[in-house]
């Protein structure tokens, strides 16, 4: 019997049973097609940056014409659900100790009297620490508020009026052009993972895992057969995602959709060889999904894709280098929006194509290390 | 005498531990318990027997309260299973299969947490975790992790928890289960002084052998009780129908199929060089006197077996010829030596697990490899079929070196694990389409094999089935078809009947003496010790080394005492392990 290290056959009958084995069980179908669909619905309606309905209290010292005219604008202002009115410091305090008020307004007595004589009025804004980010957000709304009025009131003083911010790329800020390209790594970053880490998990419990190694199949073999089906799932999830993005929320795309591809498949591959270390590893496919998520979660946080990577210490800077997900989404992301020249693709490209091989080396010699 | 009568039924009724009437239990379709009525008495060892799959379990876990049955009542010492749940479990321990030992835990903190759990008065608790740790032998591992235990010493310990609060009622499920026979002699002996002091202990089982130990059995099959009382009384229904062909040697695989394939004959197994066989009911002996003249051996009458009984109520075992093994053509090779090994050795750390073991398996013999739990027999086979690499020595199959030819050593091997494993989510044609493209089989011989397959084992009907959802003896045929694909020389069963009934235990064995009469080499782990009859040579693991290898005969012509002329397997399993055990001590 011819017993060569590389077998077409043998790689055709384990690729068919990969898939087959993620498709027929309903678990996997589970951990593979709902995700996905449910996180873009979350993401993309649900979870947002923006600064809505929030409350807000005023304790008014003035009573001057121009403090009626900043309360007036802060009740109609969309993101406000209610404007508390209050008539001492105390409880200023006591309703954003109590989390009921995000934000509260002191107006001192000599507001108006000080603009009147051309003066800049000055109030004074109290925040709620807790929420550190939408309560920034706050302010900046609450200050462009105020600035209008400055505007209104000394209309020749062209120094007050402030500088105008024009946002490149995203000009109107919309928090989905963010989110849901970067979206599309943590989608496939996540399936990938988990299709990978159960699949040599989900035959060690079984027991074929031992069938299959007193079989003449190779161990490139076994690694090939089980990143395929990840490799074909990931990319179409992550091309769903994409094409969501473009069609679903009109996000424009504005790069080179080969580049964004080769680098989508390049950026599985290193994953897959990160989920198959797990599964390696891991003796029942509980302690494989938890591998995965301890894993893919802190990939998703250190990544850029929440937070900028920049503001990391150096030496997590240097880190993050060596999570996928950080090319990955500089990728996608400047070729959705920015229009990303091949040279700076190639720039984060080549990176990914390193992890790959890394991730993947390892993972033939962690399943080797099984026959130790 | 009509007093008397009356005295004598209270008194049964007093003794009475466990009344069950008319318990029916299913889940889903499946009917676990059907019309079942039985008694259990106080100071007896009832078994329960049957094979897996049979109700034993969902029985015991109605008598323990924790299942109610869909109709029926369940009464334990009196107090009915449902409607005073909470005195039955003080009324009653359980051991569960896996009893719930914590594995990050030592052997003392299980102890104190199950007596915590069972809110016993701490001051007391000294005096008795003595005196159980006494009674199980484990008075020197109290530090140890439960997880480091051996099977064996995990069931003590869990029986150990179990007795903690004194039950009436000790129900045991399995508890010989992956217990080697030394470690099970330990167990029957704490359970034979539980019942002198009067406790009501239930064992259930799925070993026949065990059966014959207990005083009353109850046997189950499919969910119906088949049987009720004392095993003598079943066996003594089958007096005179159990016949040995005595020292038939090198040909008893070929008299055993003879003797299946005659109509008088209702079941048979090889009982090392001899063939046991059991006549049907009203059939006379006359056909296997004259198979024996024939063999020129002799015949002699033996005592009856619970499985015979069993066997026999269950209508007799499958044929004598294997469907499988008429289709192979004789198996080449080069050589007489299809496995061998030299000095193999394999340590995990400090702790040698194989130690210097050296062998030689003949061409179309039937070898097992037994020993106690952790004596390394696993570890042993695994290197021999390439699923570990050894640590120093080498080992062949076929001559190839498995650890420099290892796809030519692999393609050449065929392996069936404890469990079958399959894969459960493909279905049956795909597993078997999987096994044949695994071992690169063409397009044309792949399609031919399965088909070969599919007759051979009567898979046609369940092909687009998964495997999960087949009955135990297809399945076992299809984890047989699979490692079979490649038409391998050498095949490695690891526990392949474990849980098996013995009909399906039977068929399987038909096949494996079919192969062996071929020219296949088999190679066998077993805690089965009638399976070790079957065996041509069997060697004896025992703390890492190899203490015996010869015929089953010899080993037990080696265990013949004064006071056991005629010892079983199971005794020479002893005598063996024992006398290794007392030589080590001697030279430390």
Known sequence: MPTSTFSFTRLRAQFIKEILSVLRDPRSRMVVFVPPILQLLVFAFAATLEVRNVDIAVYNQDSGRWSHELIQRLDSADFITRLHRIDNRRELHTLIDRGEVIAALAIPVDFSRRIAAGDSGIAQVLVDGRRSNSGQITVAYLSTIAADMGVEIVPDAQALTPVVVRHRFNPNLIYRWFIVPGLTGILALFSALLITSLSIARERELGTFDQLLVSPTSTPEIIISKSLPALAIGTLLGLFMISSGVFLFGIPFTGSFILLLVSLVLFILSVVGIGLMISAVSMTQQQAILGAFAIGVPSVLMSGFATPVENMPVFLQWLTQAIPLTHFLIIVEGSFLKAMPPGDILASLWPLAVIALVTLTMATVFVRGRLQ | MLACSITETTLQRENTAVVIEAVDK???????????????????????????????????????????????????????????????????????????????????????????????????????????????????????????????????????????????????????????????????????????????????????????????????????????????????????????????????????????????????????????????????????????????????????????????????????????????????????????????????????????????????????????????????????????????????????????????????????????????????????????????????????????????????????????????????????????????????????????????????????????????????????????????????????????????????????????????????????????????????
């Open chain 2, 26 to 588: 299913h889940f889903g379709n499946v009917q676990a318990l059907r019309e079942l009525n039985a008694d259990i008495q106080y100071g007896r060892l009832t078994g329960l027997v049957g094979p897996d799959g049979a109700g034993k379990t969902t029985l015991m876990r109605i008598m323990t309260g924790l299942l109610a049955p869909n109709a029926g009542r369940v009464t334990v010492s009196g107090y009915d299973v449902v409607d005073d749940n909470d005195a039955i479990h003080v009324l009653t321990g359980y051991m569960p299969q896996r009893f719930g030992l914590y594995e990050d835990l030592s052997v003392m903190e299980n102890m104190q947490l199950y007596a915590q759990l069972r809110s016993m008065d701490a001051r007391y608790n000294n005096e008795l975790f003595a005196e159980l740790l006494d009674f199980t032998r484990l008075g020197s591992f109290t530090t140890r992790l439960a997880g480091k235990l051996s099977g064996g010493m995990k069931q003590k310990l869990g029986l150990a928890c179990a007795l903690m609060a004194r039950p009436r009622v000790l129900l045991l499920d399995e508890p010989g289960v992956g217990v080697d026979p030394v470690s099970r002699q330990d167990l029957w002996r704490m359970v034979q002084a539980l019942t002198d002091e009067g406790m009501a202990v239930v064992w259930s089982t799925a070993y026949l052998d065990e059966a014959e130990r207990c005083e009353s059995v109850l046997l189950l099959n499919r969910g119906q009780l088949l049987f009720e009382g004392p095993p003598q009384k079943l066996t003594a229904q089958l007096e005179g129908r159990s016949f040995r062909l005595e020292n038939v040697g090198a040909e008893r695989r070929t008299v055993l199929t003879k003797a299946l394939d005659l109509p008088c004959v209702s079941d048979g197994v090889i009982q090392g060089a001899g063939v046991r066989v059991v006549l049907r009911d009203g059939a006379q002996p006359d056909d296997i006197q004259a198979l024996a003249d024939q063999a020129q051996v002799r015949l002699t009458a033996v005592p009856a077996r619970f499985e015979d009984a069993f066997i026999d109520l269950l209508g007799g075992g499958p044929g004598g010829t294997s469907a499988l093994a008429e289709r192979l053509s004789p198996v080449e090779l080069g050589s007489d030596i299809a496995v061998s090994c030299r000095n193999l050795t394999k340590r995990f750390g400090d702790f040698t697990a194989t130690d210097n073991v050296t062998f030689d398996v003949h061409k179309g013999e039937v070898f097992g490899l037994l020993g106690p739990n952790g004596a390394g027999k696993s570890t042993t086979f695994k290197m021999l079929c390439g699923l570990l690499k050894p640590t120093s020595g080498e080992a062949q199959v076929v001559g190839h070196d498995l650890r420099r030819a290892t796809g030519a050593a692999k393609s050449r091997l065929g392996y069936m694990a404890q469990k079958f494993s399959l894969y459960g989510l493909l279905s049956v044609r795909q597993n078997l389409e999987f096994s044949a493209g695994v071992y690169q089989l063409e397009r044309s011989t792949r399609r031919e094999r399965i088909d070969e397959m599919i007759d051979t084992f009567d898979l046609a009907d369940w092909l687009s089935a998964t495997p999960d959802s087949l009955p135990l003896g297809l399945k076992q045929r299809l984890a047989l078809a699979c490692s079979l694909m490649h038409r391998p020389p050498v095949l490695f069963l690891d526990e392949p009947t474990s849980g098996v009934d013995p009909i399906t235990r039977r068929e399987f064995w038909t096949h494996i003496n079919g192969l062996a009469r071929k020219g296949v080499t088999i190679m066998v782990t077993t805690h089965f010790m009638d399976e070790a009859e079957y065996c041509d040579r069997v060697a004896m693991l025992s703390r890492a080394q190899l203490i015996a290898l010869d015929t089953p005969d010899a080993l037990k012509q080696g265990a013949a005492g004064v006071d056991n002329p005629d010892p079983t397997m199971e005794d020479a399993f002893i005598h063996l392990v024992e006398t290794a055990d007392r030589e080590m001590e001697a030279r430390a």
